[in-house]
């Protein structure tokens, strides 16, 4: 690497180091403010608090890099433009290709570290963060198991606990549904148990009693009908009550690259989505690093259009932007198209492709003047050389 390729690599590097930890920062405030009044809200410290921000940074950060490159080669084109350094390597004899060799290297230890993200990391911190939710999910319904104080877990029901054991059985329970109108019912028990399944969080009890006191249509004196029934053990669903995570199944995004691009029956039935998505999924874990080069290269490629102006270049870096969209958008459209056919993950590709042949044709572009300026002036005129 010849010493200008290393000059302008660490000047895009350095000015993306400083663009990506501003927006990861940007990103993570934004989803960290919702986050903390979920998490704090239902009773879980800050250090459950701190797992799940550190747990959803490798997807921010994926989001953050392409933005990040193309911001940088903006930046670093448009200050070596300024400063005339970009004019002075073209006087040398370097061409517009040449001047963005440094460009394309850096493109691509962005698609690198994209890469890194999205075939390891992020399908990593997705299943964790997954595995988390329904541990935490869990242990909100834990919470209202406490003993020796009333606790409401849902309205109309209230739930007393006077000990609950070393073992985890909760002994002398007592448990009242007055959820519907003009009926209550009254559990008791000497002895209970905790018990998730997959249909939800269940109270077992041992060796206690119901009372239903029925209202309805009782006289103004309040009279009413009282049941009472006794019990060795009964089972009461709390699952209707506290909504539980019980992780029954994984989503497309926590699976593996080779699962999604070689996807079998069982998965598509766990996670309930066609091929094509798995494909489509697969595929752009390797489009999305491309399309990272690519901006970064459109972003350099528009600023080396324009001349030495003090007004700066504010039209090319306009004309960078709008070229990003437009590349952005062909990725949004080729992502419908990519669901209707088995095949359709090729246009996966089409952003990527889009984009390269864009900041092929800028530098392309960027070499005429000089051509024309090269070109030989027509000889003088017979009469005019007499």
Known sequence: MSRFDRYL???????????????VAVYWVNRA?????????????????????????PNVIRLVLP??????????????????????????????????????YFGLIVAAMMLVLMHVLVPASRAALAERTAEISQNVTSRFLTDGQFTHPATGITLYIREVAP????????????????????????????????????????DGMVQTMDRTGASAAGEGRLAVTRFEDFTYDLSGLITADTRARRS????????????????????????????????????????????????????LIGAFSRFGLWRQILMAVILLIVVQAVSSASTDLAL???????????????????????????????????????????GAAA
Do not use: C
Request: charged share 15%; no cysteine; proline share 5%.
């Open 252 to 303: 497309i995004n926590e699976l593996s690259t080779r699962e999604l691009l070689y996807p079998t029956p069982a998965l598509l039935a766990e996670t309930g989505q066609s091929a094509a998505s798995f494909l489509l999924d697969g595929h752009s874990r390797f489009s999305q690093p491309l399309l990272a080069t690519a901006a970064a290269l459109i972003g350099f490629a528009s600023l």
């Open 67 to 104: 933005i990040s490159a193309f911001a940088a080669a903006v930046f670093v084109a448009n200050r070596l433009t300024q400063e005339s350094e970009l004019v002075v390597m073209q006087a040398t004899g370097f061409s517009a290709f040449r001047l963005a060799r440094p460009v394309l």
């Open 340 to 382: 209707k056919s088995a095949r359709g993950y090729l246009f996966t590709y089409a952003a990527p492709l889009l984009g390269l042949a864009m900041a092929a044709t800028l530098l392309w572009i960027a070499q005429r003047p000089k051509r024309l300026r090269r070109a030989p002036a027509p000889a003088p005129a017979q």
């Open 33 to 57: 403010v919702g986050l903390f009044d979920q998490l704090i809200g239902d009773g879980q410290s800050a250090l459950v608090f701190l797992e799940f921000s550190m747990l959803t940074l």
């Open 9 to 23: 690599l660490s000047q895009l590097l350095a000015v993306f180091g400083f663009f990506s930890l501003v927006l």
């Open 167 to 206: 073992s985890g059985e909760l002994l002398d329970m007592f448990l009242t549904d007055a959820r519907h109108a003009g009926q209550s019912v009254t559990y008791t028990a000497r002895k209970a148990l905790f018990a998730r399944s997959d249909a939800g969080p269940k109270l077992l009890m041992f």
